[in-house]
Each structure stands twice: as C-alpha cells, then as structure tokens.
C-alpha cells in the first residue's frame, strides 16, 4: 500500500513539473552591464575614446590652466562664480580665440554667464511642458516578451528629440533636453539647432573665439551613445585634427594629497626634505659624537712643576721671576714700611739683616733681570723665596709676641 502512494506522488509530481515546464518560455534579455575601470570613473570615457580616434588630444581635469587659444574646453557640473580669478582667466582665454563649450549643468549664479557670453535660459511654457509629457507618455512601449534588446533601445530613446540645424535640413536626434528651460541670446548666433522655434544648443561669437551653450548634458557615461550624441558632440565642439581638448568638472575632485603632489610636487619635496633634517637635527642621538675623556686628578706638586715648566718655555721664566720678586717685596714691606723708598742696595742689606740670607746670594737674584737657563732660574727663586718665609715666619712670631 505505502509503495503505491509513493509512485502515485512521484507521478503527480513528475506530471506537475511537465506541464509547468510546457507553459514557461525562455527569452533572452540584453541588459546593461555596469560599467568598470576607466569608463566607471571618467564620465567622459566615451567622448575622449572617440576624440581619440579622430585625432585629437583629448584628457579629463578638475583644473583650469593656461590653454592654447585655438583649444577646446567643455564645462559640466562647473561653478562659474566660485573663483573671480579663475573666471577671469577663462573668459581672457575664449576672447583671444578659445572655444567654450557649455552644458547645462552650470552651478554658480548663471546671471554673471548671460552678462558676458550673452546666452541665457528661460523657462518653456507650462502648457508645453505638459503636452510633451503626455506625447512621451504615449510614445514609451510596454515591454512584452518578444522585445528583448529592442525595448532597451526604445527605452533609451524615449526622451530624444529631433532637433533641427539652422540654415540646413540636417537633423540631430537629441536624448535629455531641460524640460523645463530653453536657450535665448541676445547675440547674432553663427550656429544653432531647434526644436521648432525653440533654442535648444547655440553659438555665439565672444572676441576671437566662441561659446557654444547646449541645453542638454549629452555627453557623459551612456548617454554618449544615445541619439546622435556622437555627431554632435564633434559639430559642437568644432572638433579638428590634432586639437586640444579637455573636459572641466567639479563634481567630483582627486585627493588632497593628489592635488598637491599634481600641482605642487617641487614644493612638496622641498618642504619634506627641511622637515626631515629639523627632525635629524632634534632627534635624540645613541651615543656621544666623541668618547668621554676620563677624569684625572694631578696632585699640588705636579701642578706646581707644571705650571713652572709652563713658565719656564714661554718666556724664559722672567714671569715667574718677577712673581717671586713681588711676593718677597709684599712680605718685606710688612716688616720695613719704607721698603719701596730704598735703593736697590739698602734693599738688599735690609733683607740680609732681615732674613740672614747672603746678599751675594740674594743680590744676583733680586736685581738681575736678564735671560738665566734653568739651573740658574732655580737658584735665585729658591733665594728669593727662602727669604720670603724667613720674613713670613719672624712676622708670625712677632704677632704671638715670641
């Protein structure tokens, strides 16, 4: 019994699956991968990809710097009015032959734009825009699913408009126009495309070069590849062979360290190389620059034969000569207070009769000043000095009253 409610499920189930099987159709769907790499990063990959190919220089910068004047510059999602200077420069650049190219995406008090380029917005009617939202309405298919990749080429396109050159019947299939703005100049424009009696991109003439204003951002990621964006972009930019061309945003800006390095780069290794020598210079050292010297101490009596030696080679000793002289004179005089008022030879009799020291000794040493060798020097400072302490020492026995 149990087998055979077993095999009736699994025929039940098997049947099931057929018959689902049977009602389900597989459609391929082609949806947009995402973007990767370079193309991710740069919104206009695309446009400097084809720019490229025709020849030109083309690159993507956060930056205006000084350009040739027969250059390109296209500006998205740029303020106008950030920088006075910067501002300025740009209109100098397009007065001396620069072209402009501008989208409709410029931040910034626009005013100050319309008063230079004279190329301004203003908005569309109510009514208008109220109409075209019900004719693209109406225009957007429902999906259904034999469509595949061709719904998402309608789907792309069904807010391109078909926009007309002036002076010409060449058209340009256009995706994204503001709904709600469209362009006027108060300016004879050389080039120029409508949608009926409505401005939608226009050139003017500003000195020697031009401002081409679109009222529209085309030319970013996909939407390149939309309408007739191609075309357009290179009759917009007057696009040539070997022409410098570089697109301006502000939308999205490198690192502070990368705007420095791009922009400052001799700088910002001069002031690393100062920093990394004051922090050398400052920085606590593992040893001394030279090693110590250990400390010794001399005894007196090696001070003392120093000193003389010193004496003795720098001037043939007549220092420490006139030395022994003045002390022998400071202790004589203690004893005999008119010592400096007697002749070199009462002097000398004093002293004998004083000290007792010979005066054939105490003579040659006292009043002889002229160059001895060693053996001489010794001897007349030991006789000036051993009278010196037999002064001394009869001056300390007069004080105790011996």
């Given at each position: 019994?149990?087998?055979?409610?077993?095999?009736?499920?699994?025929?039940?189930?098997?049947?099931?699956?057929?018959?689902?099987?049977?009602?389900?159709?597989?459609?391929?769907?082609?949806?947009?991968?995402?973007?990767?790499?370079?193309?991710?990063?740069?919104?206009?990959?695309?446009?400097?990809?084809?720019?490229?190919?025709?020849?030109?220089?083309?690159?993507?910068?956060?930056?205006?710097?000084?350009?040739?004047?027969?250059?390109?510059?296209?500006?998205?999602?740029?303020?106008?009015?950030?920088?006075?200077?910067?501002?300025?420069?740009?209109?100098?650049?397009?007065?001396?032959?620069?072209?402009?190219?501008?989208?409709?995406?410029?931040?910034?008090?626009?005013?100050?734009?319309?008063?230079?380029?004279?190329?301004?917005?203003?908005?569309?009617?109510?009514?208008?825009?109220?109409?075209?939202?019900?004719?693209?309405?109406?225009?957007?298919?429902?999906?259904?699913?034999?469509?595949?990749?061709?719904?998402?080429?309608?789907?792309?396109?069904?807010?391109?408009?078909?926009?007309?050159?002036?002076?010409?019947?060449?058209?340009?299939?256009?995706?994204?126009?503001?709904?709600?703005?469209?362009?006027?100049?108060?300016?004879?424009?050389?080039?120029?495309?409508?949608?009926?009696?409505?401005?939608?991109?226009?050139?003017?003439?500003?000195?020697?070069?031009?401002?081409?204003?679109?009222?529209?951002?085309?030319?970013?990621?996909?939407?390149?590849?939309?309408?007739?964006?191609?075309?357009?972009?290179?009759?917009?930019?007057?696009?040539?062979?070997?022409?410098?061309?570089?697109?301006?945003?502000?939308?999205?800006h490198g690192s502070i360290v990368k705007l420095l390095w791009q922009y400052g780069a001799p700088i910002v290794l001069l002031l690393a190389g100062m920093i990394a020598l004051a922090l050398w210079r400052a920085g606590v050292r593992f040893g001394p620059l030279i090693a110590?010297?250990?400390?010794?101490?001399?005894?007196?009596?090696?001070?003392?034969?120093?000193?003389?030696?010193?004496?003795?080679?720098?001037?043939?000793?007549?220092?420490?000569?006139?030395?022994?002289?003045?002390?022998?004179?400071?202790?004589?005089?203690?004893?005999?207070?008119?010592?400096?008022?007697?002749?070199?030879?009462?002097?000398?009799?004093?002293?004998?009769?004083?000290?007792?020291?010979?005066?054939?000794?105490?003579?040659?040493?006292?009043?002889?000043?002229?160059?001895?060798?060693?053996?001489?020097?010794?001897?007349?400072?030991?006789?000036?000095?051993?009278?010196?302490?037999?002064?001394?020492?009869?001056?300390?026995?007069?004080?105790?009253?011996?």
């Amino acid at each position: 019994m149990k087998r055979a409610i077993t095999l009736i499920v699994v025929v039940a189930l098997v049947a099931l699956g057929v018959f689902v099987a049977s009602r389900l159709k597989v459609v391929d769907q082609k949806v947009p991968m995402p973007l990767r790499g370079e193309a991710a990063r740069n919104p206009f990959y695309a446009a400097i990809a084809l720019s490229e190919e025709l020849d030109a220089n083309a690159d993507w910068e956060h930056a205006f710097v000084a350009r040739p004047a027969d250059s390109v510059v296209y500006l998205s999602r740029w303020n106008w009015t950030l920088s006075a200077a910067r501002r300025e420069r740009i209109q100098r650049w397009v007065e001396s032959g620069g072209r402009l190219v501008v989208d409709d995406s410029l931040l910034g008090d626009v005013d100050q734009f319309v008063t230079w380029s004279g190329v301004g917005t203003i908005e569309r009617e109510r009514h208008h825009d109220e109409e075209a939202a019900e004719d693209d309405e109406e225009e957007v298919p429902e999906p259904s699913q034999d469509a595949g990749g061709d719904f998402l080429a309608q789907f792309l396109k069904r807010d391109c408009e078909l926009l007309v050159e002036d002076g010409t019947k060449h058209t340009f299939s256009v995706c994204g126009l503001g709904r709600h703005d469209r362009l006027m100049t108060t300016r004879k424009h050389t080039w120029a495309l409508r949608l009926g009696d409505k401005l939608e991109a226009v050139r003017v003439a500003v000195g020697r070069g031009s401002v081409t204003v679109l009222n529209a951002s085309p030319f970013t990621h996909r939407d390149f590849i939309m309408g007739d964006h191609a075309e357009l972009f290179v009759v917009a930019t007057q696009l040539r062979h070997d022409d410098d061309l570089v697109f301006l945003t502000e939308d999205k800006h490198g690192s502070i360290v990368k705007l420095l390095w791009q922009y400052g780069a001799p700088i910002v290794l001069l002031l690393a190389g100062m920093i990394a020598l004051a922090l050398w210079r400052a920085g606590v050292r593992f040893g001394p620059l030279i090693a110590p010297i250990d400390a010794a101490r001399r005894s007196l009596a090696e001070q003392i034969r120093g000193t003389g030696q010193f004496a003795l080679r720098f001037g043939g000793g007549r220092a420490l000569h006139a030395a022994s002289v003045r002390a022998l004179r400071d202790a004589a005089i203690q004893r005999l207070p008119n010592y400096d008022r007697l002749s070199s030879e009462e002097r000398i009799a004093a002293l004998v009769k004083l000290t007792g020291v010979s005066g054939d000794d105490l003579g040659p040493a006292l009043n002889y000043s002229g160059a001895r060798n060693a053996h001489e020097l010794r001897n007349s400072i030991a006789a000036l000095e051993t009278a010196r302490r037999l002064i001394l020492s009869k001056n300390r026995r007069s004080k105790h009253g011996n």
